[in-house]
């Protein structure tokens, strides 16, 4: 037998569920990638800013390594977000970043706090990092449960939490007094921002609550922000963290160097010379939300949570969820489905284009119909 083998957690991975890549979809469902209706994954049906395709047309430096420390996006990002640009690390998508943070700070078997139903990549990330998760489950109507959350903290002396403010998948902002109890804990608490941007009162792109300024002030504040989903960027893959100061070193030290492409690194730069663009989309997206959750509630067999993010999740009754999934699917609706211990029968719908939450509609309606039928 050879010695050649892998590391033992490695032998039976749980892999994070992707969605569907567009191309394969449309070839799967014979439809015209056009014709098919996304709302699965969160992305910005309007795209990105006109100066982010001029820039990406214009690029010039395809041939030679980014900067490794990102320097014109982070001055840029300092300007947009009122946190020094010496507490700022772009990465290859936050994505990239939760895994920095872990491979940072766990030793094997070290504990993080999970407040599931969440975002996948917390627990994903922990475990491809030797760390163990516990989880914390969520209140029913999706808030946290700050008593079980303390008792967690004292029993398994957790290194890091992971907090979504608004949460994926159902939109709950928590209160600013849960925030800051949580932030009085003694471990790394990442606040990931991902969808600040369409909180109701966040203001112009979230600037009124993100707590991205705070971080340099505190000693166990992480903030993760992202152009995955406000400025349309998803497939360059860029995104951005606020770090303590006292971690910074250990983060230049760590990351891969050329972490941020070059056209990345363009796109982010262009979507921030457009930000008057680029928040007219997110109010339509935030004014299109409010219309799709009435809508919703008039579906008699799903029961939408309000949402202050891209997103509406619902709750499915008297059809099995999966079947919706499948029903919606062959009309080239596409939504995301969940089954989990944590949410059971549930459908998430991004927000669209007005005229793709009427497709949604109508063809909700059409299935409550025809179950209706004898
Ligand atoms: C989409 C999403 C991200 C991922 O951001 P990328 O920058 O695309 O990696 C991070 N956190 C949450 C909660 C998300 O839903």
Not at 116 to 144: E, K
Not at 187 to 192: E, M, P, Q, R, T
Not at 296 to 319: E, R, W
């Amino acid at each position: 037998m050879s010695r050649v083998r892998l590391a033992p957690r490695f032998e039976n991975f749980p892999p994070y569920t992707p969605i569907e890549p567009f191309e394969v979809l449309s070839a799967r469902l014979g439809l015209p990638p056009e014709k098919i209706i996304k709302v699965d994954a969160n992305e910005n049906p309007y795209g990105p800013a006109p100066a982010v395709k001029e820039a990406l047309a214009n690029l010039r430096w395809a041939n030679i390594y980014p900067d490794p420390e990102s320097r014109a996006l982070r001055a840029a990002l300092s300007d947009f977000t009122g946190a020094p640009a010496e507490n700022l690390l772009p990465g290859a998508g936050a994505d990239e970043l939760i895994d920095l943070i872990l491979r940072l700070v766990l030793e094997p078997g070290d504990v993080v706090l999970n407040f599931p139903p969440t975002f996948g990549m917390y627990p994903f990330d922990t475990l491809l990092n030797a760390g163990q998760v516990i989880d914390v489950p969520r209140l029913p109507d999706f808030s946290l449960d700050l008593p079980a959350i303390r008792r967690a903290v004292e029993e398994h002396q957790p290194k890091a939490m992971f907090l979504t403010t608004p949460n994926n998948p159902d939109g709950h902002f928590p209160p600013a007094a849960v925030l800051d109890e949580l932030l009085e804990l003694p471990l790394l608490v990442v606040v990931d921002e991902a969808y600040i941007e369409f909180t109701r009162e966040g203001g112009r792109l979230g600037e009124n609550l993100s707590r991205i300024r705070s971080v340099p002030q505190r000693e166990n504040l992480i903030v993760l922000r992202t152009f995955s989903k406000w400025a349309g960027l998803a497939g360059l893959r860029v995104g951005y963290g606020a770090f303590p100061t006292w971690m910074m070193p250990a983060l230049w030290a760590a990351k891969q160097p050329y972490n941020v492409n070059v056209a990345a690194s363009e796109a982010a730069l262009a979507s921030l010379r457009s930000l008057d663009f680029l928040a007219a989309n997110v109010e339509r997206l935030k004014a299109e939300r409010e219309r799709l959750f009435g809508l919703l509630q008039s579906v008699p067999y799903l029961t939408p949570y309000p949402s202050q993010a891209n997103f509406i999740l619902c709750g499915v009754k008297q059809i099995p969820a999966s079947q919706l999934k499948a029903s919606l699917a062959a009309r080239g609706i596409l939504v995301r489905y969940y089954n989990t211990p944590y949410l059971r029968d549930m459908i998430r719908i991004s927000i669209g284009r007005p005229a793709e939450s009427d497709a949604v509609i109508a063809a909700l309606r059409e299935l409550a119909e025809e179950k209706s039928e004898p």
